[in-house]
Every structure is written in structure tokens, then in C-alpha cells.
């Protein structure tokens, strides 16, 4: 079972693995990374935060691989969507950054699991609206539209966004294709 830092959100998600293929959310990161699951009816089945140890990067991303296959296989993820690359002023948080991508990309690939990406500003806008939402704003437009009956943390919630926009994401192509 994954030693993630944030709890479960369902007392229930690790003694019975959910019959169903569940959507996993990352927000990746090499000191902390986000995860969150969501079912088919938006209820958030489980989530925590990857935190690693300062340091050389090789430990700290077999750290977060090994968490990451923990969560794989613990639950039927059925496909995985993370945030997309975000240049910021500090060049040394992107290298991180990308790095722990990379490692999350390689794992979910060996693991069979499909992956989408999203820009931060198409997950903003697919909770709130708008593609500038703030953090507040974030955190109050996830609470009325996942349900779980956990405490977040900032990596966890936003994890748990980045799966609500792919689920929203991948109903609009179903109903797409479904006209055409």
C-alpha cells in the first residue's frame, strides 16, 4: 500500500479495490507529488501527496516510481491524466519538475495505463470557468464538485482537478464522436 502523506478518502479504498476502472490525476513534482482517483460517479476514491527527501534526484525519483506502483496496484486505474510542463521564473523547480514527469510518464507507460495531459489553464477552466482561477478559488470549486470526505492538501487537490478536467474532458470527446 502507498506511504503516501495525505490520507485515503474512503476508509473503504484500501481493503476493497474498486471493481470499476478509476481515473488517476498527478501533479507532479520532485519534492511533492500529488495523486488523486476518481470513480465514475466524481467521488474522489482515494488520494494522497508523494513527498520526497531533499537530495541527489535518483533516490528521489525511484521514491516517487515505487509510490506510484504502489497506487497502480492497489487500484484499477484506468487512465491517467497529469498537468503539462509549467515554465515558471525558477528554472531549477522545472527541471524538478520535469524530471518527476518523466518518471511518472515511463511508469504509467510500463504500467498499460492511457495518459492525458492538460495546461494548467484548461484545468482551471474546466472547474471554475475561468483559465486564471486562483488557488482559493480552486479549492472551493473542487469541494462542491468532487465528493470526499477528506482533508486535501494543495498536491492532492490539485491532482484531484487534473482528473475531474479529464473526466469532463473525455465525456465532451465521447458526446463528440457519438454525434459525428
Sequence with gaps: ?????????????????????????????????GWGLLDESGHAAACGTVKTVPGPAGPRLL??????????AA?????AALEELFMGRNATSAIGV????????????????PVFEYKPSQVKASLTGYG???????ARMLALQVRTGARLDEHSADALAVALCHARSRRLRTMVQGAT
Design 98 to 113: 520535469a524530471q518527476a514527469r518523466g518518471a511518472i510518464l515511463v511508469t504509467l507507460t510500463a504500467a498499460g495505463v
Design 63 to 72: 521514491h516517487l516510481v515505487n509510490e506510484l506502483r504502489a497506487v497502480l
Design 132 to 138: 486564471m482561477a486562483d488557488k482559493a478559488q480552486m
Design 75 to 79: 487500484h484499477r486505474v484506468g487512465e
Design 1 to 33: 500500500m502507498p506511504t503516501s502523506t495525505s490520507p485515503q478518502t474512503s476508509s473503504n479504498a484500501s481493503r476493497h479495490p474498486s471493481r470499476t476502472h478509476l481515473l488517476l490525476g498527478i501533479d507532479p513534482g520532485l519534492a511533492a507529488t
